[in-house]
């Protein structure tokens, strides 16, 4: 092997393990050959989070509850916040959108470490989303993941309009169009409205591409250890409801 091969070589076994130990740092070891779970080897920072999926579901729609109802619980983030430098074990990830209306830590009245969040106009799944969830997954032991929509949403009626248009919009915003189009072709003809038919939509097909990202988070779902669940947010009252 030649000494550049053979440098190049080196040093990609160095960011692999590299990477390996960023990625377990204060949780969980994590096997890069295959979508292995090890259990912790500490206790975690907030063991009231260690639930199972369907018991994290019901947190949420608690929290929605006290949220809509205006009775929000008083959160100490001051005395949280030491046990929160040794690590993280969110009880639930959310993939939100990224309009300033919707905050999924006060929809579902938490505190810090409850949630693992990504954010993006559209909610749609990213690969770098998808990537994130799979840290959640596999060395949080998050399990449940909400992929989370809203009415009214900006970047799904843009899409609308220019598919309908057949307008080419400026900037990097044909990426938005890209991801969100299958969803609003998948909605066409349907009774009802449009816009709200393709929100729907663009939530159902992003849940069932999570499902089936392989080999980490499609593992994870196929064993029971997460689920996987879509769901809107009202802008009027700030309930969130289940998609079917």
Request: net charge neutral.
């Amino acid at each position: 092997m030649c000494e550049f091969c053979e440098s190049q070589n080196v040093s990609h076994t160095f960011s692999r393990r590299g990477l390996v130990k960023a990625l377990g740092a204060g949780a969980v070891g994590f096997a890069v050959a295959g979508p292995a779970f090890a259990k912790p080897t500490k206790a975690p920072p907030k063991p009231q989070n260690v639930v199972s999926p369907d018991e994290a579901l019901d947190l949420l729609k608690a929290g929605n509850a006290r949220y809509v109802a205006g009775i929000a619980k008083r959160h100490d983030f001051k005395h949280e916040r030491e046990p929160l430098t040794l690590g993280q074990n969110p009880y639930a990830a959310i993939l939100s959108c990224a309009d300033s209306r919707i905050a999924p830590e006060y929809a579902f009245d938490t505190a810090r470490g409850d949630l693992f969040v990504c954010r993006v106009a559209g909610n749609f799944a990213t690969d770098e989303n998808v990537a994130s969830f799979e840290y959640a997954v596999a060395i949080l032991n998050t399990p449940l993941i909400m992929v989370l929509g809203h009415d009214a949403c900006g970047a799904v009626d843009a899409t609308i309009k220019s598919l309908k248009d057949n307008e080419i919009l400026p900037g990097h915003l044909p990426s938005l169009v890209a991801a969100i189009a299958p969803a609003v072709k998948a909605s066409e003809g349907k009774a009802g409205d449009p816009l709200a038919n393709a929100i729907r939509e663009n939530v159902i097909l992003t849940v069932q591409k999570l499902k089936s990202a392989t080999p980490i988070i499609s593992a994870a779902v196929e064993k029971g250890k997460i689920r996987i669940v879509g769901a809107t947010y009202r802008l009027a009252d700030g309930h969130v409801e289940l998609v079917a």
